[in-house]
T-cell receptor
Framework: DGGITQSPKYLFRKEGQNVTLSCEQN?????MYWYRQDPGQGLRLIYY???????QKGDIAEGYSVSREKKESFPLTVTSAQKNPTAFYLC??????????FGQGTRLTVV | RKEVEQDPGPFNVPEGATVAFNCTYS??????FFWYRQDCRKEPKLLMS???SGNEDGRFTAQLNRASQYISLLIRDSKLSDSATYLC??????????FGDGTTLTVKP
């Protein structure tokens, strides 16, 4: 089945630690996106990538990093520089001119 | 000013009511537009695309006004199952995909 998979579903991090969230898609989509959602709020764009080995900052990129070494994969690292990382993280992919498809999300909690 | 702005809501309506959501965007070069539905603690899912000529899917009608840079979603004969948050999405010509903050709809018996 084609789709987009995020893992893990729940993640707990100690303050000061970096953590990497996985996002994989087998939809052959060129573009991939990372969004952050806080309770009762909308989606805010962190990073996006249109093509392998290229990515752009979104509206809230500080404290995050990404890589796009393969078309299928777009991992997001939440670094210790991100001061308030507890949130729901959503990854999406889309083909040219089409709608975005989302993974089921990762809930990150700093403990 | 935000790139994509939605009606703040929340909207609380009785079953059978008609409700409309509006969304404005600032980038005149925006290329494609969509409405998504998000249930509590779930990922957003596509509700419908929005075309310049307007489009309808059952009880749902979406419209785009490029001159005024807004899109709308009309829900007729609201059902309890329509209760959710509705998000508008605007894609620009550089691949950026921006969501509005969402409008929450609660349909009551």
């Amino acid at each position: 089945d084609g789709g987009i998979t995020q893992s893990p579903k729940y993640l707990f991090r100690k303050e000061g630690q970096n953590v990497t969230l996985s996002c994989e898609q087998n939809l052959n989509h060129d573009a991939m996106y990372w969004y952050r959602q806080d309770p009762g709020q909308g989606l805010r764009l962190i990073y996006y990538s249109q093509i392998v080995n290229d990515f752009q900052k979104g509206d809230i990129a500080e404290g995050y990093s990404v890589s796009r070494e393969k078309k299928e994969s777009f991992p997001l690292t939440v670094t210790s520089a991100q001061k308030n990382p507890t949130a729901f993280y959503l990854c999406a992919s889309r083909g040219w001119g089409t709608e975005a498809f989302f993974g089921q999300g990762t809930r990150l909690t700093v403990v | 000013r935000k790139e994509v702005e939605q009606d703040p809501g929340p909207f609380n309506v009785p079953e059978g009511a008609t409700v409309a959501f509006n969304c404005t965007y600032s980038n005149s070069a925006s290329q494609s537009f969509f409405w998504y539905r998000q249930d509590c603690r779930k990922e957003p899912k596509l509700l419908m695309s929005v075309y310049s000529s307007g489009n309808e899917d059952g009880r749902f009608t979406a419209q785009l006004n490029r001159a005024s840079q807004y899109i709308s979603l009309l829900i007729r004969d609201s059902k309890l199952s329509d209760s959710a948050t509705y998000l508008c999405v605007v894609n620009d010509n550089a691949g950026k995909s921006t969501f509005g903050d969402g409008t929450t709809l609660t349909v009551k018996p």
